[in-house]
Each structure stands twice: as C-alpha cells, then as structure tokens.
C-alpha cells in the first residue's frame, strides 16, 4: 500500500504457501513497512526501495528454487550468505538483505504456525522451526534448545513513545488531521498515560539540550517513574563526539535528574564507522541499530564495547533470538525493541509476538499515530482484528479500530493463538502489486 512518496503509509505484504510432509498445506502472510531512508541514508530513496524489492524478489526465488523439504530454519541459513552477498554486490547496506529474507521468513512461520495449529511462542518454546547454532559460532556451546524451552512470554508490555526532533510538545499544528488522535507529546502523555520516551538527538549539542530541557520539563508533570532512551540516528562520525555530547548532558545542573533516568544511547556512529571505533566510555551504554546487518555484528559490536543491539521484525526474527540468547546471563548485555514504523494491524502483532516472546519491555511503539487505527483495511478485518485481539484493538465513538494503550502499556496475551501474529489473513482487494520503484 502507499507509493515512494508516502512510506510512513505504505506497507509489503508477503503470502507464501507451504506444503508439509504428508500433503498437509497452509498459507501464511507477513507484513513490513519498507521505510528507505532508516535502511540507507547515502542513497536516493528511490533506489534504496528498488534494492529492498530486489531483496524481496531475490528470497522469493532462492526459496522456490530450492524444493528439497526443509525445515522453517534451514531454509533461511542456507540462502542467508548468498541473498547478502547479492545485496551487498549491487551496493545496499546489509539490512537491506535483511529485510526481504526477514518478511518472507516470517510468512513461512505463520503457516507452519497455522498448518500445527500452534502459536508463535509455542513454535518458538519447543523449536518446531529448527534452529541451531550453526551460522553463530560464539553460540557453538550455548543450549539453544533448552534456553528457547525456558522462555516465559510477557501478557504486557510497556510502551515507549518517540519523540522526533520537529515533533510538536504542547502546541497542535495547523495542518494535522482532525481524526481524535493526539498529536502533541502532552496530548499522548494524558491519552496513553506513557511513562517511557525516546528522543531523537541533534549532532548539534546545543540543540540537543535545548531539546531535552523542553522535553524533561513536560514529562516531569506526569509525578510517574519515567525513563528516557535517546536515539543518535548516525548523526556522528567519531565516539570522540559522543563523549562530548553525553559529557554535556551530565554537566547541566537542569538535566542531573534526566541523565540518571537515560537507559542507553542507539546508533550515535554512522554505520560505515562504528566497527573501527570502541564506545566503552562514552558515559552511556551504547546500542546498534541499523548499523547491525549480519549474524556476526552483535559480537563485534560487543567487543568494541557496545552494550545493546535492537531486535526488528525488519532485520528478521532468528537475528533476535540469537541476540537475545547471546545476552543470556552476560551482565550489562540488553536486546530492546526499536521499531518506529509498525502500523496497527499485522505488522505490529506480528512485531508485538518477538517483543513478548523475548521479554523486551518498552517497546517502541508509535506508527499507529501514523494513519487512523486500521484504516487502511477493509471492515471485515478491522472486525476479525478487534474481535480476536480485544486486549490490543479497540474501537470509541464510532472511530475505526485502534491501538488500545492502556496506563501507558499494550495488553499481548492475545497474541497466544494459532500463527504468527496474524488475526486475519489481509483482504486482497485492500492491496495492489508491488511496483518496482522509479
């Protein structure tokens, strides 16, 4: 849905059919928001989105082309080198790789899901898609099976609301929809009952604090435990410049109480520098985010003193579980959940379903602001959605059916029914083809 001007809307579904041993067949979709310049900022959108359609075509064929009876997993190892070498060859980032496996990948689990009339996390818990530790050798002895069997998905999840840097504060623009939903960082606050922020940084550090003394100023009237999280979005070149940043913030006596209550800085370092520089003494636990494209970044990132890496359905669900295995047990070691473009409906349950099943509390969580709820999906899905998912979606005064945030958390219990997140196969007369980009 959507087109290259309007990414914030647009959305790639995939559908894939599945055949099991024994005849038994289902179908199972996915769905992700192919936002270009978070996969690659040096090029033209265009072209980022014609690579992720490539990406996605690329999978497709490699998955068709083999026919041998594999399982969920094997499937992905064993075409994930090829797809990032072709990617890489045609000049995209790794993520960009990332994302056409990813979406397809989480298609074939929704059908597995659905031909065994299993959840996600039952799937997950008990290895029915086949993971190893093959493609991760810092994994080699650690007891995925056993780790995967020990997990105790969460019912709730705390949500973590972004604040961009032109994001309006206190006072309404004039050009904003006037569909009910809020559009200030005060109208969400009073609406959500949020406790937990993430604020976009200037590589400017004056703007920077100018920007979080206008932000600690509102948040503190909520009398809540709030907490910040701040996203670097590459803006620096060296960690020389990150130190002097968070070096700022610590030495303004108006933000003492704000730097305590900052959990952890996301990708300050441009992705094409990151993995030459250390970041284990900036004063902040460092994450990666876009900067992560392959199985084998977290490792190094962790030795060049990173702290965190961000789990996103875009760079694909076994990246997550092995990340979130890799920081089993190592103190000081996180996975968060960092993904800002999730609209309601299959691509935030299916986002929600990694979250809850990894224990990754705060999620970022603000695309359903984006469009009305489920609006861009027919009345019969908008009626399966809040019908199978009551906790999650939820309709007041006649309005389409929207995220139900409730004292600034999202219900996921719902979550624990057969598939991947998918309430409702999508009504194909809502979509068209996927055009390649111009």
């Given at each position: 849905?959507?087109?290259?001007?309007?990414?914030?809307?647009?959305?790639?579904?995939?559908?894939?059919?599945?055949?099991?041993?024994?005849?038994?067949?289902?179908?199972?979709?996915?769905?992700?928001?192919?936002?270009?310049?978070?996969?690659?900022?040096?090029?033209?959108?265009?072209?980022?989105?014609?690579?992720?359609?490539?990406?996605?075509?690329?999978?497709?064929?490699?998955?068709?082309?083999?026919?041998?009876?594999?399982?969920?997993?094997?499937?992905?190892?064993?075409?994930?080198?090829?797809?990032?070498?072709?990617?890489?060859?045609?000049?995209?980032?790794?993520?960009?790789?990332?994302?056409?496996q990813a979406l397809i990948d989480h298609a074939v689990l929704d059908a597995l899901c659905l031909s065994l009339g299993c959840a996600f996390f039952t799937a997950m818990k008990a290895d029915l898609v086949g993971m190893t530790t093959a493609p991760c050798p810092d994994l080699r002895d650690f007891d995925?099976?056993?780790?995967?069997?020990?997990?105790?998905?969460?019912?709730?999840?705390?949500?973590?609301?972004?604040?961009?840097?032109?994001?309006?504060?206190?006072?309404?623009?004039?050009?904003?929809?006037?569909?009910?939903?809020?559009?200030?960082?005060?109208?969400?606050?009073?609406?959500?009952?949020?406790?937990?922020?993430?604020?976009?940084?200037?590589?400017?550090?004056?703007?920077?604090?100018?920007?979080?003394?206008?932000?600690?100023?509102?948040?503190?009237?909520?009398?809540?435990?709030?907490?910040?999280?701040?996203?670097?979005?590459?803006?620096?070149?060296?960690?020389?410049?990150?130190?002097?940043?968070?070096?700022?913030?610590?030495?303004?006596?108006?933000?003492?109480?704000?730097?305590?209550?900052?959990?952890?800085?996301?990708?300050?370092?441009?992705?094409?520098?990151?993995?030459?520089?250390?970041?284990?003494?900036?004063?902040?636990?460092?994450?990666?985010?876009?900067g992560e494209g392959t199985l084998d970044d977290f490792p190094h990132a962790l030795r060049s003193g990173y702290a965190g890496v961000s789990a996103k359905t875009c760079k694909g669900v076994y990246k997550a579980v092995f990340n979130a295995a890799r920081?089993?047990?190592?103190?000081?070691?996180?996975?968060?959940?960092?993904?800002?473009?999730?609209?309601?409906?299959?691509?935030?349950?299916?986002?929600?379903?990694?979250?809850?099943?990894?224990?990754?509390?705060?999620?970022?969580?603000?695309?359903?602001?984006?469009?009305?709820?489920?609006?861009?999906?027919?009345?019969?899905?908008?009626?399966?959605?809040?019908?199978?998912?009551?906790?999650?979606?939820?309709?007041?005064?006649?309005?389409?059916?929207?995220?139900?945030?409730?004292?600034?958390?999202?219900?996921?219990?719902?979550?624990?029914?057969?598939?991947?997140?998918?309430?409702?196969?999508?009504?194909?007369?809502?979509?068209?083809?996927?055009?390649?980009?111009?």
């Amino acid at each position: 849905r959507g087109g290259a001007d309007d990414h914030r809307r647009s959305q790639v579904l995939a559908r894939v059919e599945i055949e099991l041993e024994g005849g038994r067949c289902a179908t199972g979709w996915a769905a992700e928001c192919p936002a270009p310049i978070w996969f690659d900022k040096e090029r033209p959108e265009t072209a980022t989105l014609a690579a992720l359609y490539a990406a996605l075509r690329r999978t497709a064929d490699a998955y068709l082309a083999d026919r041998r009876p594999r399982t969920a997993f094997a499937r992905f190892a064993s075409a994930e080198p090829e797809l990032h070498r072709l990617a890489c060859a045609d000049g995209a980032p790794h993520v960009v790789a990332s994302f056409g496996q990813a979406l397809i990948d989480h298609a074939v689990l929704d059908a597995l899901c659905l031909s065994l009339g299993c959840a996600f996390f039952t799937a997950m818990k008990a290895d029915l898609v086949g993971m190893t530790t093959a493609p991760c050798p810092d994994l080699r002895d650690f007891d995925l099976p056993g780790w995967l069997a020990g997990l105790r998905p969460k019912t709730s999840l705390e949500v973590r609301h972004t604040v961009g840097l032109s994001d309006p504060l206190t006072t309404v623009p004039s050009d904003v929809p006037r569909d009910g939903l809020p559009v200030t960082l005060a109208q969400a606050i009073t609406a959500y009952g949020l406790r937990s922020f993430k604020v976009k940084i200037d590589a400017r550090t004056d703007v920077t604090l100018a920007r979080l003394h206008e932000i600690t100023a509102l948040v503190e009237t909520t009398g809540s435990e709030w907490t910040l999280t701040l996203d670097g979005n590459e803006v620096f070149d060296t960690v020389d410049e990150v130190r002097e940043l968070v070096a700022a913030i610590a030495a303004d006596p108006a933000l003492a109480d704000t730097m305590r209550r900052i959990l952890y800085l996301e990708q300050p370092i441009r992705r094409d520098r990151w993995r030459s520089q250390d970041v284990g003494c900036t004063g902040l636990p460092i994450i990666i985010d876009e900067g992560e494209g392959t199985l084998d970044d977290f490792p190094h990132a962790l030795r060049s003193g990173y702290a965190g890496v961000s789990a996103k359905t875009c760079k694909g669900v076994y990246k997550a579980v092995f990340n979130a295995a890799r920081s089993f047990g190592r103190v000081g070691t996180f996975v968060t959940a960092e993904d800002l473009n999730h609209p309601a409906g299959l691509s935030m349950n299916q986002d929600l379903c990694v979250a809850a099943l990894l224990g990754l509390d705060r999620v970022e969580r603000n695309g359903h602001h984006v469009v009305d709820g489920l609006a861009d999906t027919s009345p019969s899905v908008q009626a399966e959605f809040v019908r199978r998912h009551p906790d999650l979606y939820a309709s007041a005064g006649g309005s389409r059916p929207r995220l139900r945030i409730d004292d600034g958390r999202v219900r996921t219990a719902s979550r624990d029914q057969p598939g991947f997140g998918a309430a409702a196969a999508p009504d194909l007369a809502d979509l068209g083809p996927l055009e390649p980009a111009r």
